[in-house]
T-cell receptor, first 113, second 113 residues
Framework: AQSVSQHNHHVILSEAASLELGCNYS??????LFWYVQYPGQHLQLLLK??????LVKGIKGFEAEFIKSKFSFNLRKPSVQWSDTAEYFC???????????FGKGTRLHILP | DAGVTQSPTHLIKTRGQQVTLRCSPK?????VSWYQQALGQGPQFIFQ???????QRGNFPDRFSGHQFPNYSSELNVNALLLGDSALYLC????????????FGSGTQLSVL
């Protein structure tokens, strides 16, 4: 069965620091990968996704993620975080466009102003 | 353009009772998925409905059941509530075979006492 592991449960950074959130998945076949974000008091929303093509994916608000197939990883990065990036971030995986999406446990990111 | 709407926003029940949660998908969407998000965990897939039929199901007992109506709205029913059913229940909508564009509602917070 597919699973998703997010290494960091809680991350605290100062503004302008660089961010990398780890995500590993366990499935050997073709996968589609996502990062979702949940800002305080808001609903889950898609940050970026990888389905095929360039393994370096750019999303909204300056976020990017790199799919490394050999490492079963899809880490999220941002070169310089802002206070408004404070949120919970979820990595997710699915096999197909009509398959259920499996989420990781999430990483709470807190940015100090 | 209305997004995904869920009702009620909060609900308190006692053990053994039954509960019904409701979801209206984003305009134009025909597929509804339900997720359970326990405290400190990522969303877990319950089931998905398309054309008024359950198409996929996660690892949840038969106490969890659902329905989709001709207007694509959906209900989640949970019978014989347990304390462990306390969670945020999320509804997500998409087009069929289009989980790359999944839109989430804000959820129903269910507390079982």
């Amino acid at each position: 069965a597919q699973s998703v592991s997010q290494h960091n449960h809680h991350v605290i950074l100062s503004e302008a620091a660089s961010l990398e959130l780890g995500c590993n998945y366990s499935y050997g076949g073709t996968v589609n990968l996502f990062w979702y974000v949940q800002y305080p008091g808001q609903h889950l929303q898609l940050l970026l996704k990888y389905f095929s093509g360039d393994p370096l994916v750019k999303g909204i608000k300056g976020f990017e993620a790199e799919f490394i197939k050999s490492k079963f990883s899809f880490n999220l990065r941002k070169p310089s975080v802002q206070w408004s990036d404070t949120a919970e971030y979820f990595c997710a995986v699915t096999q197909n466009r009509d398959d259920k999406i499996i989420f990781g446990k999430g990483t709470r990111l807190h940015i100090l102003p | 353009d209305a997004g995904v709407t869920q009702s009620p926003t909060h609900l308190i029940k006692t053990r053994g009772q039954q509960v019904t949660l409701r979801c209206s998908p984003k305009s134009g969407h025909d597929t509804v998925s339900w997720y359970q998000q326990a405290l400190g965990q990522g969303p877990q897939f319950i089931f998905q409905y398309y054309e008024e039929e359950e198409r996929q199901r996660g690892n949840f007992p038969d106490r969890f059941s659902g329905h989709q109506f001709p207007n694509y709205s959906s209900e989640l029913n949970v019978n014989a509530l347990l304390l462990g059913d306390s969670a945020l229940y999320l509804c997500a909508s998409s087009l069929w075979q289009g989980n790359e564009k999944l839109f989430f509602g804000s959820g129903t917070q269910l507390s079982v006492l």
